[in-house]
């Protein structure tokens, strides 16, 4: 479970600078609009960095599956014909 709360932190703190980012370049964007660009660009961050970083798992246990059936696959030789 250690790892849904390094994703957690992860996406909150990347999604909390994209936020500070976008308050200081539209610090004249008041009302309405800027309250719901802030909430889509928070959710958009958090889902972008979260996404990003399940791919990277899931291609490492890929990797990793591929490297196993190698070596499994290497060990298990198909029985020589002709002997």
Known sequence: MSW??????????G???VVRIFDYLFAGLVGGIGHAARAV???G???AI????GQRDF???V??????HWVVS???APPKRGD
């Open 4 to 13: 849904l709360l390094g994703y957690t932190l992860a996406s909150m703190v």
């Open 15 to 17: 999604a909390f600078i």
């Open 41 to 43: 660009i928070f959710v």
């Open 45 to 47: 961050t958090w889902t």
């Open 50 to 53: 979260t996404v990003m970083e």
């Open 59 to 61: 291609s490492r246990r």
């Open 63 to 68: 990797e990793r599956l591929r490297r196993v």
């Open 74 to 76: 290497s060990r298990i």
